[in-house]
């Protein structure tokens, strides 16, 4: 009856520094230093500014139709210099060019 209990004190005892161990190892791999927390916060700054710049450009500068519509041409003809994956949407839009003319 002796040699049981030894033998689950033993695991206990394997178990819990092995708990201890991974334990210590996530503190160190979680563990972020003041500096490093410093400048995520100074990168995630730049870039709210940054996703927010064009956005306030487009509002503070009203187009006028003329403007509109040139900015409607040039994403066109932007689009139609993008590779396609298939020949056949290419083959598409130049039998449709072909039926506007």
Excluded: C
């Amino acid at each position: 009856m002796d040699a049981p209990i030894s033998v689950f004190i033993i695991a206990a005892v394997i178990f819990l520094v092995i708990v201890g161990l991974l334990w210590r190892y996530w503190q160190s791999v979680a563990e972020v230093s003041a500096s490093d927390e410093s400048f995520s916060r100074r990168i995630a700054r730049l870039n709210e500014r940054q996703s927010n710049r064009i956005d306030d450009d487009h509002l503070r500068n009203i187009t006028d139709d003329d403007e509109a519509w040139r900015i409607m041409v040039d994403r066109r003809r932007q689009s139609d210099r993008l590779p396609t994956y298939s020949n056949t949407t290419r083959r598409a839009r130049e039998r449709q060019r072909r039926r506007e003319k």
